[in-house]
């Protein structure tokens, strides 16, 4: 089940997704039910796993679209061009990303990758209501640094259930589904160039350079934890103006979900919208010293997700 937000003529409503449209999650509810009491909401993690006071319903509901002629799923499709996509989780309270979660990356940026059972996931957060960008909507090159801004292909996590202190056993429990995100990053972020260095510069150069408003793509729908059975099999691919610059698999995870999960749970409580992005694989632009300008597009793949447009201004 995929599910993602929109706005069209009526407002921000909730859908199925699929690559040829939205089909309104109150629209499919009242054909598939006769009802129109359930299903009306606004937030996306009502009809998710583990929780969503309406996951039954909704995934009732998609497995009855499943079955039904393409005549009858036509007549409630709205197409792509009619409708806005949305970031499908607007305001999550926390917004984490990992730094180097797979070695090709590591060692494609000149480090050397150790063993998961000698380090620790590295966390950063982002801003989320300011770098948060919606599917279909663009990045913009920062002029206080426009030259080396960088794509990052990520699979990401929507947490579903409180969690503090959980196992990697028991951590997808929590999970309510997955989603992309791009990390964009300004690889040569240097605020005030005439300071006086200290030893700490470079990280906050790195981390600062994350931040820049519209730094993080996100969608373009979640796809509910039920429907991937293996969030550690997903094949990836990134696109810069129809050229494939990342190729590889969420199987190359350092730190697998569960993992990470675990990792910060044991000391950040997580809350339901939490999202943590687990990491960009290699084929990064700094690799090639290839970066974003405008005018180009990037279309960021994760199987059974699909795909996240972004174009750059």
Not at 141 to 148: A, D, E, Q
Not at 166 to 194: C, H, M, Q, W
Not at 258 to 280: K, N, Q, R, Y
Request: glycine content about 8%; some cysteine; hydrophobic content about 35%.
């Amino acid at each position: 089940m995929r599910i993602c937000r929109y706005r069209d003529e009526s407002g921000t409503s909730i859908g199925f997704y699929d690559e040829s449209g939205v089909v309104p999650v109150a629209a499919a509810t009242l054909a598939a039910t006769k009802s129109d009491g359930s299903c009306s909401t606004e937030n996306i993690l009502d009809v998710l796993p583990p929780d969503g006071a309406d996951s039954q319903t909704a995934r009732h509901v998609a497995s009855w679209l499943d079955r039904q002629p393409a005549d009858t799923i036509k007549e409630l499709r709205r197409p792509h061009d009619q409708v806005e996509l949305l970031v499908p989780i607007p305001r999550p309270n926390k917004l984490l990303l990992l730094a180097g979660n797979y070695a090709k990356h590591i060692e494609e940026g000149g480090g050397t990758a150790v063993e998961r059972a000698e380090t620790f996931p590295y966390v950063f957060m982002k801003p989320p209501t300011t770098t948060l960008t919606s599917p279909g909507a663009a990045i913009e090159i920062p002029s206080v640094s426009p030259n080396h801004v960088d794509w990052e292909l990520e699979l990401a996590v929507v947490i579903g259930r409180e969690a503090k202190g959980v196992s990697e056993a028991k951590a997808l429990d929590y999970v309510a589904g997955y989603t992309i995100i791009n990390d964009i990053s300004d690889r040569k972020f240097k605020p005030n160039p005439e300071r006086k260095e200290r030893p700490k510069d470079d990280f906050f150069d790195w981390l600062h350079g994350k931040w820049h408003d519209s730094f993080c793509p996100c969608g373009p729908c979640i796809t509910s934890a039920d429907a991937i059975a293996d969030p550690q099999q997903l094949g990836m691919k990134l696109s810069v103006n129809g050229d494939i610059r990342q190729d590889a698999s969420t199987a190359q995870q350092i730190f697998p979900v569960a993992a990470v999960i675990e990792f910060i749970s044991s000391f950040v409580t997580l809350e339901p919208g939490d999202i943590i992005s687990t990491g960009t694989v290699a084929g990064v632009g700094n690799a090639s010293k290839t970066y974003l300008k405008a005018g180009d597009q990037i279309e960021a793949m994760i199987d059974s997700i699909g795909t996240l447009v972004t174009k750059v201004v």
